[in-house]
Protein backbone atom coordinates (compact mmCIF):
# COMPACT_ATOMS: atom_id res chain seq x y z
CA UNK A 1 0.00 0.00 0.00
CA UNK A 2 3.09 2.60 0.87
CA UNK A 3 4.36 1.43 -2.52
CA UNK A 4 1.08 2.48 -4.69
CA UNK A 5 0.50 5.45 -2.34
CA UNK A 6 4.18 6.56 -3.50
CA UNK A 7 3.87 5.78 -6.72
CA UNK A 8 0.56 7.34 -7.14
CA UNK A 9 1.76 10.84 -6.11
CA UNK A 10 4.63 10.63 -7.61
CA UNK A 11 2.84 10.15 -11.46
CA UNK A 12 0.25 12.54 -10.20
CA UNK A 13 2.97 15.46 -9.41
CA UNK A 14 4.67 14.41 -12.35
CA UNK A 15 1.63 15.17 -14.39
CA UNK A 16 1.28 18.08 -12.40
CA UNK A 17 4.54 19.41 -13.39
CA UNK A 18 4.66 17.93 -17.08
CA UNK A 19 1.69 20.03 -17.82
CA UNK A 20 3.39 23.41 -16.14
CA UNK A 21 5.33 23.61 -18.55
CA UNK A 22 2.30 24.59 -20.73
CA UNK A 23 0.57 27.24 -18.37
CA UNK A 24 0.00 30.94 -18.88
CA UNK A 25 2.22 33.52 -16.50
CA UNK A 26 -0.21 34.27 -13.81
CA UNK A 27 -1.00 37.87 -12.87
CA UNK A 28 0.80 39.78 -10.41
CA UNK A 29 -1.77 41.61 -8.33
CA UNK A 30 -2.44 40.59 -5.35
CA UNK A 31 -6.45 39.94 -5.90
CA UNK A 32 -6.16 38.92 -9.47
CA UNK A 33 -3.78 36.34 -8.23
CA UNK A 34 -5.83 34.50 -5.80
CA UNK A 35 -8.77 34.47 -8.25
CA UNK A 36 -6.18 32.97 -10.85
CA UNK A 37 -4.99 30.23 -8.18
CA UNK A 38 -8.79 29.40 -7.44
CA UNK A 39 -9.44 28.95 -10.93
CA UNK A 40 -6.62 26.96 -11.21
CA UNK A 41 -6.82 26.52 -14.66
CA UNK A 42 -3.67 27.82 -15.99
CA UNK A 43 -4.02 25.50 -19.57
CA UNK A 44 -7.50 27.57 -20.27
CA UNK A 45 -6.80 28.84 -24.09
CA UNK A 46 -5.78 25.24 -24.89
CA UNK A 47 -8.35 23.75 -22.26
CA UNK A 48 -10.81 25.96 -24.19
CA UNK A 49 -9.92 24.32 -27.50
CA UNK A 50 -10.51 20.97 -26.56
CA UNK A 51 -13.50 21.62 -24.75
CA UNK A 52 -14.75 23.26 -27.82
CA UNK A 53 -14.06 19.81 -30.07
CA UNK A 54 -15.73 17.96 -27.55
CA UNK A 55 -19.18 19.62 -28.05
CA UNK A 56 -18.71 19.18 -31.52
CA UNK A 57 -18.48 15.57 -30.65
CA UNK A 58 -21.29 15.45 -28.31
CA UNK A 59 -23.57 17.23 -31.05
CA UNK A 60 -22.94 15.03 -33.65
CA UNK A 61 -22.73 11.70 -31.67
CA UNK A 62 -22.67 11.60 -28.14
CA UNK A 63 -25.94 13.38 -28.42
CA UNK A 64 -27.39 11.88 -31.01
CA UNK A 65 -26.35 8.19 -29.63
CA UNK A 66 -27.69 9.13 -26.40
CA UNK A 67 -31.14 10.48 -27.52
CA UNK A 68 -31.38 7.61 -29.38
CA UNK A 69 -30.70 5.21 -26.60
CA UNK A 70 -33.54 6.54 -24.46
CA UNK A 71 -35.70 5.12 -27.04
CA UNK A 72 -35.16 1.84 -25.17
CA UNK A 73 -37.98 1.34 -22.05
CA UNK A 74 -36.50 2.85 -19.37
CA UNK A 75 -36.76 -0.48 -16.93
CA UNK A 76 -33.99 -1.94 -19.51
CA UNK A 77 -31.83 1.19 -19.56
CA UNK A 78 -31.84 1.16 -15.75
CA UNK A 79 -30.84 -2.43 -15.78
CA UNK A 80 -27.98 -2.16 -17.72
CA UNK A 81 -27.51 0.80 -15.70
CA UNK A 82 -27.21 -1.41 -12.58
CA UNK A 83 -25.27 -3.51 -14.33
CA UNK A 84 -22.48 -1.47 -15.03
CA UNK A 85 -22.59 -0.53 -11.41
CA UNK A 86 -22.36 -4.03 -10.55
CA UNK A 87 -19.35 -4.84 -12.55
CA UNK A 88 -17.21 -1.32 -10.93
CA UNK A 89 -17.89 -3.41 -7.76
CA UNK A 90 -13.80 -4.73 -7.07
CA UNK A 91 -12.72 -1.10 -8.17
CA UNK A 92 -15.28 0.35 -5.73
CA UNK A 93 -13.74 -1.80 -2.91
CA UNK A 94 -10.57 -2.15 -3.19
CA UNK A 95 -10.67 1.76 -2.89
CA UNK A 96 -12.83 1.78 -0.08
CA UNK A 97 -10.71 -0.27 1.62
CA UNK A 98 -7.32 1.75 0.50
CA UNK A 99 -9.41 4.71 1.91
CA UNK A 100 -10.05 3.06 5.18
CA UNK A 101 -13.76 3.49 4.98
CA UNK A 102 -14.56 -0.36 6.32
CA UNK A 103 -17.85 0.47 7.09
CA UNK A 104 -18.26 1.79 3.03
CA UNK A 105 -16.21 -1.19 1.80
CA UNK A 106 -18.77 -3.50 3.71
CA UNK A 107 -22.26 -1.95 2.44
CA UNK A 108 -20.07 -2.07 -1.16
CA UNK A 109 -20.03 -5.65 -1.21
CA UNK A 110 -23.28 -6.23 0.47
CA UNK A 111 -24.36 -4.71 -2.46
CA UNK A 112 -22.43 -6.33 -4.53
CA UNK A 113 -23.28 -9.94 -3.01
CA UNK A 114 -26.94 -9.36 -3.16
CA UNK A 115 -27.41 -7.86 -6.70
CA UNK A 116 -25.15 -10.15 -7.98
CA UNK A 117 -27.54 -13.01 -6.73
CA UNK A 118 -31.28 -11.83 -5.96
CA UNK A 119 -30.61 -8.68 -8.79
CA UNK A 120 -30.13 -11.22 -11.15
CA UNK A 121 -26.53 -10.74 -12.10
CA UNK A 122 -26.86 -7.00 -11.36
CA UNK A 123 -29.62 -6.33 -13.34
CA UNK A 124 -31.41 -4.73 -10.23
CA UNK A 125 -30.76 -3.05 -7.10
CA UNK A 126 -32.19 -5.06 -4.77
CA UNK A 127 -29.91 -3.72 -2.11
CA UNK A 128 -31.11 -0.28 -2.35
CA UNK A 129 -34.41 -1.12 -1.57
CA UNK A 130 -32.56 -3.15 1.96
CA UNK A 131 -30.81 0.65 3.00
CA UNK A 132 -27.66 -0.24 0.89
CA UNK A 133 -27.22 2.70 -0.79
CA UNK A 134 -24.44 3.14 -3.95
CA UNK A 135 -21.48 5.04 -3.57
CA UNK A 136 -18.25 5.99 -6.63
CA UNK A 137 -15.13 5.85 -5.28
CA UNK A 138 -12.01 5.42 -7.83
CA UNK A 139 -8.16 5.65 -7.21
CA UNK A 140 -8.38 9.67 -8.12
CA UNK A 141 -10.53 10.25 -4.98
CA UNK A 142 -8.09 7.33 -3.03
CA UNK A 143 -5.01 9.81 -4.13
CA UNK A 144 -6.92 12.96 -2.91
CA UNK A 145 -7.69 11.59 0.60
CA UNK A 146 -3.70 10.55 0.75
CA UNK A 147 -3.25 14.30 -0.02
CA UNK A 148 -2.12 14.34 -3.54
CA UNK A 149 -2.95 17.42 -5.54
CA UNK A 150 -5.30 17.82 -8.20
CA UNK A 151 -3.48 19.57 -9.80
CA UNK A 152 -4.72 22.39 -13.11
CA UNK A 153 -8.47 21.61 -14.56
CA UNK A 154 -7.22 19.45 -17.69
CA UNK A 155 -9.88 19.20 -20.60
CA UNK A 156 -9.54 15.85 -22.39
CA UNK A 157 -10.18 15.37 -25.94
CA UNK A 158 -13.28 13.02 -26.40
CA UNK A 159 -13.29 12.12 -22.44
CA UNK A 160 -13.67 15.87 -21.27
CA UNK A 161 -13.06 17.43 -17.48
CA UNK A 162 -10.32 15.66 -15.81
CA UNK A 163 -6.92 16.93 -13.81
CA UNK A 164 -3.72 15.33 -13.39
CA UNK A 165 -4.49 13.33 -9.94
CA UNK A 166 -7.79 12.14 -11.37
CA UNK A 167 -5.98 11.23 -14.94
CA UNK A 168 -3.35 8.98 -12.40
CA UNK A 169 -6.84 7.46 -10.51
CA UNK A 170 -8.19 5.97 -14.19
CA UNK A 171 -4.79 4.35 -14.74
CA UNK A 172 -4.53 2.97 -11.91
CA UNK A 173 -8.21 1.44 -11.52
CA UNK A 174 -7.92 0.12 -14.91
CA UNK A 175 -5.07 -2.27 -13.20
CA UNK A 176 -7.59 -2.33 -10.12
CA UNK A 177 -9.91 -4.01 -12.18
CA UNK A 178 -9.83 -7.63 -12.36
CA UNK A 179 -11.60 -7.72 -15.86
CA UNK A 180 -8.94 -6.24 -17.14
CA UNK A 181 -7.00 -8.86 -16.54
CA UNK A 182 -9.66 -11.51 -17.91
CA UNK A 183 -9.73 -9.52 -20.85
CA UNK A 184 -5.56 -9.69 -21.20
CA UNK A 185 -5.75 -12.86 -21.31
CA UNK A 186 -7.76 -12.87 -24.58
CA UNK A 187 -6.01 -9.92 -26.16
CA UNK A 188 -8.83 -8.23 -26.11
CA UNK A 189 -8.26 -5.48 -23.25
CA UNK A 190 -8.56 -2.45 -25.74
CA UNK A 191 -11.60 -4.00 -27.02
CA UNK A 192 -12.85 -4.13 -23.41
CA UNK A 193 -11.59 -0.74 -22.66
CA UNK A 194 -14.07 1.02 -25.64
CA UNK A 195 -16.89 -1.06 -25.46
CA UNK A 196 -17.23 -0.88 -22.20
CA UNK A 197 -15.98 2.96 -22.00
CA UNK A 198 -18.97 3.68 -24.47
CA UNK A 199 -21.71 1.97 -22.79
CA UNK A 200 -20.70 3.90 -19.78
CA UNK A 201 -20.30 7.18 -21.84
CA UNK A 202 -24.01 6.65 -23.44
CA UNK A 203 -25.64 5.91 -20.43
CA UNK A 204 -24.11 8.83 -18.23
CA UNK A 205 -24.74 11.23 -21.49
CA UNK A 206 -28.29 10.07 -21.76
CA UNK A 207 -28.93 10.50 -17.77
CA UNK A 208 -28.50 13.91 -18.33
CA UNK A 209 -30.00 15.53 -21.45
CA UNK A 210 -31.90 17.43 -20.20
CA UNK A 211 -29.81 18.94 -17.59
CA UNK A 212 -27.21 19.74 -19.68
CA UNK A 213 -29.40 21.41 -22.49
CA UNK A 214 -30.79 23.76 -19.45
CA UNK A 215 -27.35 24.45 -18.26
CA UNK A 216 -25.98 25.50 -21.57
CA UNK A 217 -29.13 27.46 -22.24
CA UNK A 218 -28.53 29.39 -19.06
CA UNK A 219 -25.20 29.58 -19.25
CA UNK A 220 -23.20 32.90 -20.39
CA UNK A 221 -19.74 31.18 -20.01
CA UNK A 222 -20.54 27.18 -20.68
CA UNK A 223 -16.88 26.50 -20.36
CA UNK A 224 -16.63 28.46 -17.13
CA UNK A 225 -20.12 26.92 -15.74
CA UNK A 226 -18.84 23.16 -16.81
CA UNK A 227 -15.34 23.47 -14.94
CA UNK A 228 -17.16 25.15 -11.68
CA UNK A 229 -19.77 22.27 -11.76
CA UNK A 230 -16.94 19.26 -12.66
CA UNK A 231 -14.33 20.51 -9.70
CA UNK A 232 -17.43 20.84 -7.38
CA UNK A 233 -18.99 17.67 -7.69
CA UNK A 234 -15.43 15.77 -7.60
CA UNK A 235 -14.80 17.57 -4.20
CA UNK A 236 -18.20 16.77 -3.11
CA UNK A 237 -17.22 12.93 -3.74
CA UNK A 238 -14.16 12.99 -2.40
CA UNK A 239 -15.45 13.86 0.69
CA UNK A 240 -18.44 11.39 0.59
CA UNK A 241 -20.69 14.38 1.43
CA UNK A 242 -23.47 12.42 -0.71
CA UNK A 243 -25.77 13.65 2.26
CA UNK A 244 -26.11 17.08 1.24
CA UNK A 245 -24.49 17.94 5.05
CA UNK A 246 -22.16 19.70 5.48
CA UNK A 247 -21.53 21.26 2.37
CA UNK A 248 -19.56 24.00 1.41
CA UNK A 249 -20.32 27.49 -0.01
CA UNK A 250 -20.21 31.17 0.92
CA UNK A 251 -19.78 31.63 4.30
CA UNK A 252 -22.58 34.67 5.18
CA UNK A 253 -21.19 36.01 8.13
CA UNK A 254 -17.42 35.58 8.29
CA UNK A 255 -16.57 36.70 4.69
CA UNK A 256 -17.79 40.10 5.34
CA UNK A 257 -16.34 41.56 2.46
CA UNK A 258 -17.78 38.68 -0.01
CA UNK A 259 -21.15 38.50 1.21
CA UNK A 260 -22.28 40.70 3.56
CA UNK A 261 -25.20 40.61 6.34
CA UNK A 262 -28.22 42.03 4.50
CA UNK A 263 -28.38 45.74 6.72
CA UNK A 264 -24.86 46.10 5.26
CA UNK A 265 -25.64 45.35 1.99
CA UNK A 266 -26.90 48.82 0.65
CA UNK A 267 -26.23 49.88 -2.45
CA UNK A 268 -24.70 52.58 -1.36
CA UNK A 269 -21.12 51.76 -0.03
CA UNK B 1 -39.04 14.57 12.69
CA UNK B 2 -35.51 15.19 12.80
CA UNK B 3 -35.96 17.91 14.77
CA UNK B 4 -36.60 15.60 17.70
CA UNK B 5 -32.84 14.79 17.01
CA UNK B 6 -31.66 18.13 16.80
CA UNK B 7 -33.95 19.54 20.20
CA UNK B 8 -31.77 16.86 22.39
CA UNK B 9 -27.79 17.94 21.01
CA UNK B 10 -28.72 21.66 21.46
CA UNK B 11 -29.51 24.35 24.09
CA UNK B 12 -33.10 25.42 23.69
CA UNK B 13 -33.14 28.76 22.49
CA UNK B 14 -30.39 27.70 19.38
CA UNK B 15 -32.90 24.32 18.83
CA UNK B 16 -36.19 26.52 18.49
CA UNK B 17 -34.29 28.88 15.96
CA UNK B 18 -33.16 25.27 13.83
CA UNK B 19 -36.34 24.31 14.35
CA UNK B 20 -37.76 27.24 12.52
CA UNK B 21 -34.97 27.17 10.17
CA UNK B 22 -36.13 23.60 8.79
CA UNK B 23 -39.43 24.51 9.15
CA UNK B 24 -39.34 27.03 6.93
CA UNK B 25 -37.61 25.48 4.26
CA UNK B 26 -39.75 22.42 4.46
CA UNK B 27 -42.83 24.98 3.81
CA UNK B 28 -40.78 26.60 1.44
CA UNK B 29 -39.75 23.55 -0.78
CA UNK B 30 -43.39 22.22 -0.58
CA UNK B 31 -44.52 25.14 -1.51
CA UNK B 32 -42.45 25.79 -4.65
CA UNK B 33 -42.60 21.69 -5.44
CA UNK B 34 -46.12 22.46 -5.92
CA UNK B 35 -45.95 25.95 -7.51
CA UNK B 36 -43.75 24.94 -10.21
CA UNK B 37 -44.16 21.29 -11.42
CA UNK B 38 -47.70 21.62 -12.29
CA UNK B 39 -47.60 20.10 -15.78
CA UNK B 40 -48.53 22.09 -19.08
CA UNK B 41 -47.73 25.49 -17.37
CA UNK B 42 -47.00 28.48 -19.80
CA UNK B 43 -43.43 29.99 -19.41
CA UNK B 44 -45.19 33.36 -18.36
CA UNK B 45 -46.91 31.26 -15.66
CA UNK B 46 -43.78 29.91 -14.16
CA UNK B 47 -41.70 32.83 -14.27
CA UNK B 48 -44.11 34.40 -12.77
CA UNK B 49 -44.42 32.18 -9.97
CA UNK B 50 -41.17 31.64 -9.92
CA UNK B 51 -40.50 35.15 -9.48
CA UNK B 52 -42.80 35.73 -6.30
CA UNK B 53 -41.23 32.63 -3.99
CA UNK B 54 -37.48 33.88 -5.03
CA UNK B 55 -39.00 37.41 -3.71
CA UNK B 56 -40.31 35.85 -0.84
CA UNK B 57 -37.46 33.69 0.31
CA UNK B 58 -34.32 34.69 -0.97
CA UNK B 59 -32.06 37.23 -0.18
CA UNK B 60 -31.61 38.76 -3.48
CA UNK B 61 -29.36 41.63 -3.04
CA UNK B 62 -26.55 39.43 -0.90
CA UNK B 63 -26.75 36.95 -3.40
CA UNK B 64 -26.29 39.75 -6.18
CA UNK B 65 -23.61 40.98 -4.14
CA UNK B 66 -21.82 37.43 -3.45
CA UNK B 67 -21.78 36.39 -7.19
CA UNK B 68 -20.12 39.72 -8.28
CA UNK B 69 -16.83 38.54 -6.05
CA UNK B 70 -13.95 40.92 -5.98
CA UNK B 71 -15.63 42.88 -8.85
CA UNK B 72 -18.32 44.20 -6.51
CA UNK B 73 -16.02 46.97 -4.92
CA UNK B 74 -15.02 48.11 -8.34
CA UNK B 75 -18.55 48.76 -9.62
CA UNK B 76 -20.39 52.14 -9.95
CA UNK B 77 -23.41 52.78 -8.18
CA UNK B 78 -25.36 52.51 -11.45
CA UNK B 79 -23.44 49.41 -12.49
CA UNK B 80 -24.50 47.54 -9.61
CA UNK B 81 -28.16 48.82 -10.16
CA UNK B 82 -28.07 47.46 -13.32
CA UNK B 83 -26.47 44.67 -12.65
CA UNK B 84 -28.88 43.78 -9.96
CA UNK B 85 -31.47 44.25 -12.05
CA UNK B 86 -30.13 41.71 -14.56
CA UNK B 87 -29.55 39.25 -12.50
CA UNK B 88 -32.61 38.91 -11.07
CA UNK B 89 -34.14 38.31 -14.19
CA UNK B 90 -31.47 36.16 -15.06
CA UNK B 91 -31.95 33.85 -12.28
CA UNK B 92 -35.96 33.78 -12.79
CA UNK B 93 -35.41 32.95 -16.24
CA UNK B 94 -33.04 30.46 -16.00
CA UNK B 95 -33.88 28.92 -12.72
CA UNK B 96 -37.71 28.46 -13.26
CA UNK B 97 -36.93 26.32 -16.86
CA UNK B 98 -35.11 23.70 -14.42
CA UNK B 99 -38.56 23.22 -13.24
CA UNK B 100 -39.64 21.62 -16.94
CA UNK B 101 -38.61 18.61 -16.55
CA UNK B 102 -39.97 17.96 -13.18
CA UNK B 103 -43.13 16.89 -11.88
CA UNK B 104 -45.11 14.45 -8.91
CA UNK B 105 -41.30 15.06 -6.87
CA UNK B 106 -41.72 15.16 -2.87
CA UNK B 107 -39.48 17.31 -1.23
CA UNK B 108 -38.39 16.76 2.47
CA UNK B 109 -35.85 18.21 5.35
CA UNK B 110 -33.88 15.62 6.28
CA UNK B 111 -31.65 17.69 8.79
CA UNK B 112 -30.66 20.99 10.05
CA UNK B 113 -27.22 22.26 11.49
CA UNK B 114 -25.78 25.69 12.76
CA UNK B 115 -23.47 27.85 10.96
CA UNK B 116 -22.46 30.47 12.65
CA UNK B 117 -24.17 33.31 14.19
CA UNK B 118 -28.15 32.98 12.65
CA UNK B 119 -26.96 31.21 9.87
CA UNK B 120 -28.40 27.42 9.48
CA UNK B 121 -27.27 24.35 6.76
CA UNK B 122 -30.82 22.93 5.92
CA UNK B 123 -30.14 19.25 4.52
CA UNK B 124 -32.94 18.01 2.17
CA UNK B 125 -34.38 15.50 -0.92
CA UNK B 126 -36.59 15.83 -3.47
CA UNK B 127 -37.90 12.07 -4.12
CA UNK B 128 -38.51 11.08 -7.88
CA UNK B 129 -41.72 9.36 -9.20
CA UNK B 130 -39.46 7.57 -11.60
CA UNK B 131 -37.30 5.83 -8.72
CA UNK B 132 -34.31 7.14 -9.57
CA UNK B 133 -32.13 8.01 -6.27
CA UNK B 134 -33.24 11.25 -4.49
CA UNK B 135 -31.63 14.45 -5.08
CA UNK B 136 -29.99 16.12 -2.44
CA UNK B 137 -30.54 19.75 -1.59
CA UNK B 138 -28.89 21.90 0.86
CA UNK B 139 -30.32 25.41 1.48
CA UNK B 140 -27.74 28.14 3.65
CA UNK B 141 -30.50 29.89 5.36
CA UNK B 142 -29.74 33.34 7.20
CA UNK B 143 -32.07 34.87 10.26
CA UNK B 144 -32.77 38.28 10.02
CA UNK B 145 -35.29 40.61 12.21
CA UNK B 146 -36.93 36.79 13.29
CA UNK B 147 -37.17 36.21 9.62
CA UNK B 148 -35.57 33.35 7.05
CA UNK B 149 -33.60 34.28 4.14
CA UNK B 150 -32.08 32.19 1.75
CA UNK B 151 -28.75 33.04 -0.01
CA UNK B 152 -27.49 29.63 -1.53
CA UNK B 153 -28.90 26.35 -2.67
CA UNK B 154 -26.25 23.56 -3.11
CA UNK B 155 -27.56 20.78 -5.55
CA UNK B 156 -25.16 17.47 -5.23
CA UNK B 157 -22.75 18.96 -3.80
CA UNK B 158 -22.69 21.81 -6.15
CA UNK B 159 -23.44 25.58 -4.81
CA UNK B 160 -25.36 27.76 -6.70
CA UNK B 161 -23.69 30.99 -5.56
CA UNK B 162 -20.38 29.47 -6.38
CA UNK B 163 -21.12 28.27 -9.91
CA UNK B 164 -22.71 31.78 -10.57
CA UNK B 165 -19.77 33.78 -9.27
CA UNK B 166 -16.95 31.72 -11.37
CA UNK B 167 -18.81 31.77 -14.49
CA UNK B 168 -19.51 35.65 -13.95
CA UNK B 169 -15.64 36.27 -12.73
CA UNK B 170 -14.93 34.16 -15.97
CA UNK B 171 -16.94 36.92 -18.26
CA UNK B 172 -15.67 39.69 -16.58
CA UNK B 173 -12.10 38.57 -16.91
CA UNK B 174 -12.49 37.83 -20.64
CA UNK B 175 -14.03 41.24 -21.18
CA UNK B 176 -10.49 42.73 -19.86
CA UNK B 177 -11.58 42.91 -16.47
CA UNK B 178 -14.75 45.57 -16.80
CA UNK B 179 -17.50 44.49 -15.30
CA UNK B 180 -19.81 46.32 -18.37
CA UNK B 181 -18.70 43.31 -20.48
CA UNK B 182 -20.85 40.59 -17.79
CA UNK B 183 -23.45 43.46 -18.05
CA UNK B 184 -23.73 43.30 -21.56
CA UNK B 185 -23.97 39.62 -21.86
CA UNK B 186 -26.60 39.57 -19.68
CA UNK B 187 -28.46 41.82 -21.26
CA UNK B 188 -28.61 39.73 -24.43
CA UNK B 189 -28.77 36.52 -22.60
CA UNK B 190 -32.23 38.03 -20.67
CA UNK B 191 -33.19 39.77 -24.01
CA UNK B 192 -32.63 35.94 -26.24
CA UNK B 193 -34.86 34.17 -23.00
CA UNK B 194 -37.43 36.71 -22.59
CA UNK B 195 -38.74 35.98 -26.30
CA UNK B 196 -39.28 32.11 -24.92
CA UNK B 197 -41.59 33.81 -22.68
CA UNK B 198 -44.38 32.80 -25.37
CA UNK B 199 -43.85 29.52 -25.40
CA UNK B 200 -45.72 26.52 -23.86
CA UNK B 201 -43.42 24.99 -21.17
CA UNK B 202 -43.21 21.52 -22.07
CA UNK B 203 -43.45 18.72 -19.08
CA UNK B 204 -41.23 15.67 -19.69
Not at chain 2, 153 to 160: F, K, L, N, R, Y
Not at chain 2, 174 to 183: C, D, H
Amino acid sequence: MNVLRFTGHLASIALIAFFAAACTTPPEDPEALAEYQEINDPLEPMNRKFFAFNRGLDTVLFKPLAKAYVYIPKPARDSIHNMINNVKTPVNLANDILQGELERAATTLGRFLINTTIGIGGMFDVAKHMGLERHNEDFGQTLAVWGSPTGPYIVIPVLGPSSPRAIVGTVADSFLDPLTYVFENQDAELEYMLVRGGIEGIDERSRVLDVLDDIEESSLDFYATIRSLYRQRREAEILNREDGADVPGPSFMTEADDFPSPDKASLVQ
Amino acid sequence: MTLGLVLSVSPLRAADSLDAAGAFIQDFGDRAVNALTEEGLATKVLRARFRDLYDEGFDAKAISRFVLGRYWKKTTKDERTEFMALFNKFVIQTYSAKFRHYSGETFEVTGTQPEGNNVFIVASRVLQPSGDPPITLSWRVSKTNGSYRIYDITVEGVSMAITQRSEFSSVIRNGGGKIAALIDALRDKTTKLASKEDETANTN
